[in-house]
T-cell receptor
Framework: NAGVTQTPKFQVLKTGQSMTLQCAQD?????MYWYRQDPGMGLRLIYY???????DKGEVPNGYNVSRLNKREFSLRLESAAPSQTSVYFC????????????FGPGTRLTVT | AQSVAQPEDQVNVAEGNPLTVKCTYS??????LFWYVQYPNRGLQFLLK??????LVKGSYGFEAEFNKSQTSFHLKKPSALVSDSALYFC??????????????FGSGTKLNVKP
């Protein structure tokens, strides 16, 4: 059981380049999330998808777009990367009714130069 | 919206001693409460949660947490710390209902250092 998987593990981009971070879960969870983690700031929610077919903004959505491709997959796209987007990005998922906690992927470390 | 405070950036404790990692939250209803642990270069792992019932909840690796409604706190505890407990700990809350039902709010994290 793989849980939540993320690709790539590491990425270096130049300012202005675009890329998509991939996330997949095999737990049949309804909700999926994208966070960024910066030193001293904990986790900040970028976007989330409460269920297949829906997406909502979190605390820091500017500069990002998301796609809930199907129930398993939730991708995060940076259209024009900026140095301020250098961070570690985590994907998470949560089950449906009666499920309480999230499960996290291993993260993607992104550096924008 | 909820907010979560972890007032200590770092907690140092000797192996074998009890440990406490503090968490308080702002109140908007009666949220669900969680603790997660993050080891270096890894994702967050779920430790325990408070949903309802007994104020003392037990979780993984011998950790427990005490919910105090009047103080809006949910402190993480362990009776006897291990060196392997050294990690970054996050407190999180989630609304029980409403528009933000599926959103989690995280504290800034507390680094636990357990010295041999």
């Amino acid at each position: 059981n793989a849980g939540v998987t993320q690709t790539p593990k590491f990425q270096v981009l130049k300012t202005g380049q675009s890329m998509t971070l991939q996330c997949a879960q095999d737990m049949n969870h309804n909700s999926m999330y994208w966070y960024r983690q910066d030193p001293g700031m904990g986790l900040r929610l970028i976007y989330y998808s409460a269920s297949e077919g829906t997406t909502d903004k979190g605390e820091v959505p500017n500069g990002y777009n998301v796609s809930r491709l199907n129930k398993r997959e939730f991708s995060l796209r940076l259209e024009s990367a900026a140095p301020s987007q250098t961070s570690v990005y985590f994907c998470a998922s949560k089950g449906g009714t009666g499920a309480y906690e999230q499960y996290f992927g291993p993260g993607t470390r992104l550096t924008v130069t | 919206a909820q907010s979560v405070a972890q007032p200590e950036d770092q907690v140092n404790v000797a192996e074998g001693n009890p440990l406490t990692v503090k968490c308080t939250y702002s109140v908007s209803g009666n949220p669900y409460l969680f603790w997660y642990v993050q080891y270096p270069n890894r994702g967050l792992q779920f430790l325990l949660k408070y949903i309802t019932g007994d104020n003392l909840v037990k979780g993984s690796y011998g950790f427990e947490a005490e919910f105090n409604k009047s103080q809006t706190s949910f402190h993480l505890k362990k009776p006897s710390a291990l060196v392997s407990d050294s990690a970054l700990y996050f407190c999180a809350v989630r609304d029980r209902a409403g528009a933000n039902f599926n959103k989690f709010y995280f504290g800034s994290g507390t680094k636990l250092n357990v010295k041999p």
